[in-house]
């Protein structure tokens, strides 16, 4: 019987490759990819006499290697223009987690005073309680900021049922 | 008033409003939007896995991203055993994300722009942890409440301290969601304003109202931004707060 994965992508794969809408060559890659790395017409200069075809390939190796490093450079320094927003709404997401700690505070504590009739202790006395969990939340949300879009790109896919291939 | 910022905002009814139960209740324009909302989505999910072909296609595919970004992110905060809530998260996040979006179509009514929507949607989601947690670990889950490792004279003070906090969820949540909505439709349309009142000037104005016109366009463009990342801001916090029902050792 035939293995039907042999005509689908494999599942970690499947879906990067199939959003860049790229099935073209998918197969023949990895033979361009070998036959690149000993091509005549590559850049062959300065090939010492003694080690010649290496020398050339490291040569080849090498330019291709900038080639792809400055790729990658390019890549990350893209999403740079979204930072203003992202820094945006992490500073509100602070302040906003603040305020609703002191608010939380005021509101309990007007709502135990107007329970015993004591106006003003309770309130005073919460709001202080409620400042302090402001603060708390502050740190708590400063130290595990949730991650953003492009970090949970980066994360690993969901686990695909591997006992499948056994 | 045209250029009134703030008539974007206002609850009108379309149909009624009925006496019901001594209430008055009308059907308002929040609510068509509510429910243009819920066709949208349902309407475009069920489209785009009309197909459901192996190898997905342009359509298949945002569905297919949308499905996944939230799947990631169930599987990653909560873990396996809390699957259980992606449908939740997946509707509480497209409900934010298509409201916030169909804010931004001029004439639109935003629904996330009133706190009382937001406000609603955070209550219930930390309604839900306190039930979820209750109902798993019984009277265990109050350990929330007492961290670990306090030495006893302060302990009611600390648990104090982190049952305001964890009230202050609710507010925190609905509140920054409102907050970014509302701030960015006035300033929007306060920037819009501007140009239309430096128009009117003559033609000194016109040559000046292209600096607010310029910043009305980069504003759009930041709103959009923040539209769809408060949506995911909004469905990550709710991950955040449903592992402390599931977890509540901390």
Redesign the interface.
């Known amino acids: 019987m035939p293995n039907p994965r042999l005509d689908t992508l494999p599942p970690r794969n499947y879906q990067e490759r199939a959003l860049k809408r790229d099935f073209s060559g998918l197969f023949e890659r990895g033979v361009v990819d070998m036959a690149r790395s000993v091509d005549p017409k590559g850049p062959k200069t300065e090939s010492d006499p003694k080690f010649g075809d290496i020398s050339a390939r490291l040569n080849d190796l090498s330019t291709r290697l900038a080639a792809e490093k400055k790729q990658t450079a390019q890549a990350e320094s893209a999403p740079k223009q979204y930072q203003g927003a992202s820094d945006y709404s992490k500073g509100y997401r602070l302040i906003s987690e603040f305020v609703a700690g002191i608010l939380v505070g005021g509101l309990v504590g007007f709502g135990v005073d107007k329970l015993i009739g004591t106006l003003p202790l309770f309130l005073i006395l919460f709001l202080l309680i409620g400042f302090g969990a402001g603060i708390l939340n502050m740190s708590r949300a400063a130290n595990r900021t949730p991650p953003t879009p492009e970090e949970l790109a980066k994360m690993p896919k969901p686990r695909i049922d591997e006992n499948e291939d056994k | 008033m045209v250029n009134d910022p703030i008539h974007q905002f206002r609850i009108h009814n379309i149909f009624g409003p009925w006496n019901i139960f001594g209430f008055e209740i009308g059907f308002t324009n929040s609510n068509l939007f509510m429910g243009i909302i819920v066709a949208v989505i349902t309407g475009f999910l069920l489209l785009t896995a009309r197909k459901g072909s192996?190898?997905?296609g342009?359509l298949q595919?945002v569905g297919?991203?949308w499905y996944?970004?939230i799947?990631?992110?169930v599987?990653?905060v909560l873990g396996e055993e809390g699957m259980a809530f992606f449908p939740l998260v997946f509707s509480l996040f497209s409900f934010v994300l298509v409201a916030n979006m169909l804010g931004m179509f001029p004439y639109f009514f935003t629904v996330t722009s009133h706190v009382i929507v937001t406000a609603s949607l955070a209550v219930f989601v930390v309604a839900l942890v306190i039930v979820v947690g209750i109902a798993k670990h019984g009277l265990g889950w109050f350990r929330l409440f007492v961290p670990h490792g306090v030495p006893m004279a302060i302990l009611p003070?600390i648990s104090?301290?982190?049952i305001?906090?964890f009230?202050?969820?609710p507010?925190?949540l609905g509140?920054?969601l409102f907050?970014?909505m509302l701030a960015g439709h006035i300033v929007l349309k306060v920037f819009a304003g501007f140009v239309v009142s430096l128009v009117a000037l003559g033609l000194g104005g016109i040559i000046g109202s292209l600096a607010p016109l310029l910043m009305a366009v980069a504003l759009t463009a930041?709103e959009f931004?923040?539209a769809a990342?408060?949506a995911?801001?909004f469905a990550?916090?709710t991950c955040?707060y449903l592992n402390d029902a599931l977890h509540p050792s901390h």
Request: a neutral charge; glycine letters at 6%; aromatic letters at 6%.
């Open positions: 192996l190898v997905p342009r595919s297919e991203m996944g970004l799947h990631n992110m599987d990653n003070f104090l301290i982190e305001i906090s009230l202050s969820r507010i925190s509140l920054r907050g970014n930041l931004l923040v990342l408060q995911f801001v990550i916090l955040v």
